[in-house]
């Protein structure tokens, strides 16, 4: 019976130079910056990681099953971007996705095969971290917003209930402010109601992927 062989793996430090003097952890927090900075220009809101990673999530995914290649991953990047987000693609905009992708493959090809997916599971969590961040900050102030917004369009809460049809919902939902109906999840709202979201909604500049924003 053949031996079993156990690879041996070599510590690496991630706190040794890499690259320009950076170490690896210095390097993860430049790269997650940039695709962080990214994804922050394109301001899109939502409530699940896929959603809030746009192309960045599956750039990484690329990086670690495809290839370490710069510019197939710019490529991807790019395409991904073009078909599924509603931001033109300006120099603007691409730039820090570049950069990211430019350091996040150099820094790929310079560690050990073994620790590349954890050097990429740092990176997507780093950046996720930021995007929830800001998410969490964005909602606690749009849910503010569009209370206020409520208040000056209508009279009080019952004219806005029967304006709106929420007759039934709000007997259900025991709805006896603006707040209440603030924090209707999509699924429960009724098409009056969502004309006056989309007109508040209208009103700012951020992408809301609210689709996803359900209880």
Same mark, same amino acid.
């Given at each position: 019976m053949r031996p079993l062989l156990i690879p041996r793996y070599e510590r690496f430090d991630f706190n040794q130079p890499l690259i320009r003097g950076k170490n690896v952890n210095e390097l993860i927090e430049e790269v997650s910056v940039s695709f962080s900075d990214y994804l922050?220009? &394109?301001?899109?809101?939502?409530?699940?990681? !896929?959603? #809030?990673?746009?192309? $960045?999530?599956?750039?990484l995914e690329q990086a670690r099953v495809k290839g370490l290649d710069a510019e197939f991953l710019k490529g991807y990047g790019i395409n991904t971007h073009k078909n599924t987000m509603r931001?033109?693609?300006?120099?603007?905009?691409?730039?820090? &996705?570049?950069?990211?992708?430019?350091?996040? !493959?150099? #820094?790929?090809?310079? $560690?050990?095969?073994?620790?590349?997916?954890?050097?990429?599971?740092?990176?997507?969590?780093?950046?996720y971290y930021?995007?929830?961040?800001?998410?969490?900050?964005?909602?606690?102030?749009?849910?503010?917003?569009?209370?206020?917004?409520?208040k000056k369009k209508y009279q009080d809460i019952q004219v806005l209930i029967k304006e709106c049809e929420l007759e039934e919902v709000a007997k259900k939902r025991k709805i006896e402010n603006f707040l209440d109906v603030v924090q209707l999840p999509r699924r429960l709202r009724t098409p009056q109601l969502q004309i006056v979201v989309d007109e508040f909604t209208e009103l700012r500049k951020e992408i809301i992927l609210e689709e996803e924003v359900e209880e």
């Open positions: 922050g220009r &394109l301001n899109i809101f939502a409530a699940t990681k !896929s959603a #809030l990673m746009g192309p $960045v999530g599956k750039i931001v033109p693609l300006s120099s603007e905009v691409l730039k820090p &996705l570049e950069d990211g992708i430019v350091l996040l !493959s150099q #820094l790929l090809q310079r $560690v050990p095969r073994h620790m590349r997916p954890k050097v990429i599971e740092i990176v997507d969590y780093k950046v930021r995007r929830e961040k800001a998410n969490v900050e964005f909602w606690e102030k749009w849910r503010k917003d569009f209370d206020e917004f409520l």
